[in-house]
Every structure is written in C-alpha cells, then in structure tokens.
C-alpha cells in the first residue's frame, strides 16, 4: 500500500491514534488527527503531534476535515455512526481500522482472537503455550501493544496473536489471519454500534477473507455464530461437547485423538474450559507439541480482575471480576461460583438488555447490590430475581454487601457494564474494589 502523499485522517489521539499517526508520518502521507478533547487536555500529545507535523483538529470533529481525506483510521471504540464518519463514508472515503492498516504491512503467521468473553484469557494462553514451545510471539492490538507498532519489527516475532474486539473488526477489508477463533457472540457494545447485527457481523470479519487452507475455531452451540457458519471458506473447528471437533468429556479437552488432561487446572469455570479448547486447537494447528500444551494449561495462573480470588472473610469467599463488562459476562462469572451469592453489580450503562442475567440471578443470588449509573435500569430487569439494594458508590456497595454476609457466602464483585461512569478503566475499578476489600 503506498502512502505518500496520500491525505489520512486519524479519529482520536490514545495510544493506537498516536501510534497510527507516527507510522502515517513516516510513511509520507499528510497526516491530520481529530480528537474530541481539547488541545489543552490533549497537553503533551497535542505537542507531540505538531512536532511530526501533523494537523490537529480538537474540541469536536468536523465534515470538511473528514471528506477532505483520502483513507479514514478510526481509533479502537470511535463508532462508525458518528456524523461525520458516516457521511465520508457515504461519499466514498476509505475507512479502516488500525488493524487493517498494519496488516498490509506485515507478512507473519497471525492467531486472531474475537467473542464478546474470554478473549483475553484465551489469547494470552495461547501466546504462552507458543512461548514455551520456543516461539517468538507478539501478543497485542486489543491488549497490550498496538499492531500498527511492530511494523518495520516483525522479523523480531515468529508469529502474531492478536486480541480483536468489534471496532478494530469493523473497520477491515482484507485483513487474513491464519487461524481465526470466535470464542463466543453475545449483546455488547450497543452504545458504539447501531445494533446487535452489527455488532455481530463485525466479529464475523475475522474469518471473512480467509481461505481453505486456513482454520477457524469457534464455538458449536453459539446460536449466533451458527448464523454465519456457511460463510466459512477455511477448515472448521467447532468446540464444545462431546461430537464437536474439539471436545471436553468432563475432565479432559479431546482434538484429534489427542487428550489433555485438565485436572489441577487454575482456570475455573464452564467459561474457561470453552477458552481452553479454543487455544488447544489453536496452538496445535499451528505445530506446538501435545506435551507442551498440556504442561502450559495446567500451570497457566488466571488474570486479573476476571474471577480473581481475593480471599477469604468472615467465612465469605471475595471474588473480584470487574473485567465483566456486559452481562453475558457477569452470567459466566455466577455459573462458576457456588451459591449463595451476594452479586455487586452496576456502572455505566452500554445499552444492552440484562434479560440474559435474570436465571443466574434468580438461581444463585441472595442479595443483588446494585450502583453506578445503570443501577435503576438494571434493578428494572434484576429487581424481581433477588432482594435488591442500590448503593451510592462502590464502598458502598460493599458495605452493604457486608452487611448481609454469612459463613459460607460467595461475595462476587462482577459489574455487567463497564467502567466510565465512576471509573477510568475496568483495571482501575478491580483495584479500587481489591483496596476496598483489603481494608475490611
């Protein structure tokens, strides 16, 4: 792809927007960047991007900037509906993502990893089975580093992993990863994207330009991947139960007349059995070693902030899952856990039903402590299942939590919505709840 001289817009000035613009700058094209903030927030960015001699537009974006370019780069979670992106695109300006771009740029073997859970998990597991077994790996784009960052570095990795969420997705044309997984399809994301459907055939662009001689690795019983299953042209890898390709038997994951072994396993739940076949098949497609899969499940210690084990108080069990960002999450995190339940939940409010909570909710929750700003909406849906509380903020919550504890309590901290309303970052949240706890 050549650029020089070619007029590219960058939406938003965050880590992949900067780094989008740096390797715009050096690679000829005329680089403009538009970023909601102010010049005065942006601070040392706004600098920075002059100082490459980029063309700044802050404090809103404009139509004439954005028909005046050549190709359009949104940055990840910059909806594709905003006004003036969605007339560029009515009026034939190229829009893509990060990830499309860089892409075309790189000649590496890639594992993508999409679903509305578990990418993190899974991808990560599968960037270090690929380590142990000797390989150098890049792990990154949704997690971590930037793809656009490794171009012109590639030759320092043996093979991509790349965590996609739905906004990087969106945005490519012709993007083809080796081995594709789709771990899962569930409502997310509905305050970016103008509807399920869309949200839905954007994850579906993983496997979209991939050809027979590629795998795809997805989940059989997702109703919602099976939608798009005839639109596969790599060989196909369904997981789940026993009959599927990649199956679990109740103790063991079975591929190809191989088993592993997955007692002493670290990573608990239904939800991440499912993540483990997904990177088994993966990373055994892609040449590891039996051996060095099994080793690298079993010692594979869980991350944080994803029904992170905080300890226990007062006879309680304290869990910490403030990556549960949408409500199939938080349904995941309460199937993992034994009842009774006290589930602290609530913040800001993506658009999404909790239809989907109301069983789990009603089956193992004894006390629902709701805050944030959907915590009206959510009680709507919630408030019937299980006794219901609002709190003001998040000690709060916990006090209140506490307040009902009993010997023998699951106390689950799994918020269904995401961070912004209280919080800067899910990361930010979970450690402000691990403080909270600590100080009980």
Not at 12 to 26: H, I, N
Not at 129 to 136: P, V
Not at 210 to 226: R, S
Not at 346 to 359: N, T
């Amino acid at each position: 792809m050549e650029l020089k001289g070619m007029k590219v817009l960058v939406i938003g000035a965050g880590k992949t927007g900067m780094e989008t613009a740096r390797f715009l700058v050096g690679k000829g094209a005329a680089v403009s960047l538009s970023e909601g903030a102010t010049a005065e927030k942006l601070g040392e960015k706004a600098e920075a991007l002059r100082s490459l001699g980029v063309e700044l537009e802050t404090g809103g974006h404009t139509a004439e900037t954005f028909l005046a370019a050549d190709v359009i780069i949104p940055s990840p979670g910059v909806p594709f509906n905003i006004p003036p992106l969605a007339e560029a695109a009515r009026k034939g300006v190229e829009i893509m993502s990060e990830v499309e771009l860089a892409s075309r740029f790189l000649d590496k073997p890639v594992i993508a990893v999409t679903g509305s859970n578990g990418k993190t998990t899974t991808s990560t597991l599968i960037a270090d089975i690929l380590q142990k077994g000797g390989k150098r790996v890049f792990l990154g784009a949704n997690i971590g580093t930037p793809l656009i960052s490794i171009v012109g570095k590639e030759d320092e990795y043996d093979v991509l992993v790349l965590e996609l969420s739905s906004f990087q997705l969106q945005g490519v044309k012709t993007f083809r990863p080796n081995v594709a997984v789709v771990l899962n399809v569930s409502p997310n994301h509905l305050d970016h994207h103008s509807s399920f459907e869309e949200y839905a055939e954007s994850k579906m662009n993983i496997f979209a330009n991939q050809t027979p001689g590629d795998w795809c690795i997805y989940k059989a019983a997702d109703e919602v991947i099976a939608r798009f299953v005839n639109r596969m042209k790599s060989k196909r890898l369904p997981f789940g139960g026993p009959g599927n390709a990649v199956s679990y038997d109740g103790t063991s994951v079975v591929f190809d007349g191989e088993s592993y072994d997955l007692t002493g396993m670290k990573l608990a739940g239904y939800h991440n059995i499912e993540n483990v076949m997904a990177a088994i098949a993966a990373t055994r497609v892609m040449g590891a070693e039996p051996e060095i899969i099994q080793k690298a499940v079993v010692e594979f210690d869980p991350l944080p902030h994803r029904n992170e084990f905080l300890g226990e108080i007062r006879g309680a069990r304290f869990y910490n899952d403030s990556k549960s960002t949408s409500p199939g999450a938080t349904e995941r995190a309460l199937e993992s856990l034994p009842a009774p339940i006290i589930l602290i939940a609530g913040g800001k409010d993506k658009g999404v039903s909790y239809e989907p909570l109301r069983a789990s909710v009603k089956e193992k929750v004894k006390l629902l402590v709701l805050f944030g700003e959907s915590r009206f909406r959510m009680k709507e849906y919630l408030g019937g299942d299980a006794d219901t509380v609002l709190a003001d903020s998040l000690e709060d919550a916990v006090n209140k939590a506490l307040g009902s504890l009993t010997p023998g309590d699951t106390v689950l901290f799994s918020p269904a919505c995401s961070s912004f309303d209280m919080f800067g970052s899910y990361e930010e949240r979970g450690r402000r709840y691990k403080d909270i706890v600590r100080n009980i």
